[in-house]
């Protein structure tokens, strides 16, 4: 599988998200996930209330040679009814999740979503000890835009390496405004401030979550010909004339893109991780990644 840039670490194109993985099938996903060339594993503290940490704990536990050959990425400061980027919360949910994790360091520790109340020297604070003890890695953030990142790097001095954002083929504001510039039609409207351009040019990875769902936490959109027939139809011409399948082409699409994105694959299902990752190595025309978001429902101006 080829690889992408995520900070100065050369990652999978496509990373295994956790959240739902269970006791009955990680063994078999997870060796699916490696026998396709996937080195990099997304977690998060609040995923199955911990449980999919202490899973995934579980097999590498069990399997302590692929340690070294493998990147851990877990998030923390969602907690139940509030976001808390305090230094004890974020230490604390650190230490909570190397030890589910059966693992010294996390490589990669992320922001899962912007606490208004945030103090950037107090995040600062936490960064720091957690490198120096060795706990952590390299840091980034999730569902941040452009000026929460700055905001954070008023104080935080490790490099924020990655930006984890919902990105789909039905959901995909991130490029979607910045193709109707200077127009005053609702496709205009710019929610995130040009995040796609600000991440290429800061050299933040952009990890796509949800990239095969219709909506937030809504059914797929590949084979929902109820909803989407015409971008189902253009996903079955152009999986035939590379001989594989439509979810491949859909992932296949979304890593054709230059800003070099990781597609975090959250599918429990083995056979269905192996299509996306056979699309890591499609590479697709600019015709057809523009025959295909026009099929998707969008318009040029």
Known sequence: MKNVKVGSMGASAVAMGCMRINNADADKLIGTALDCGINYFDHADIYGGGECEEIFGKWLKNHKFFRDSITVQTKCAIKKGAYDFSKEHIIESVNGSLKRLNTEKIDV??????????????????????????????????????????????AVSQPLIIDQLQFSLTECGLVTSGLNVNMKNEESVMHDGGLLEYCRIKGITIQTWSPFLSGFFKAPYVGNREEFPQLN????????????????????????????????AGTTNPERLKEICKGADITITREEWYQIYLAAGFRLP
């Open 109 to 154: 520790l992320l922001l899962h979503r912007p606490d208004t109340l945030m103090e950037p020297e107090e995040v600062a604070e936490a960064f720091s000890e957690l490198e120096k003890a060795g706990k952590v890695g390299s840091f980034g953030v999730s569902n941040h835009n452009l000026y929460q990142i700055e905001l954070l790097k008023t």
């Open 233 to 264: 139809d253009a996903l079955d011409e152009i999986a035939a004339s590379y001989n594989t399948t439509p979810t491949a082409i859909a992932s296949a699409w979304i890593l054709r893109h230059p800003a070099k994105m990781q597609l975090i």
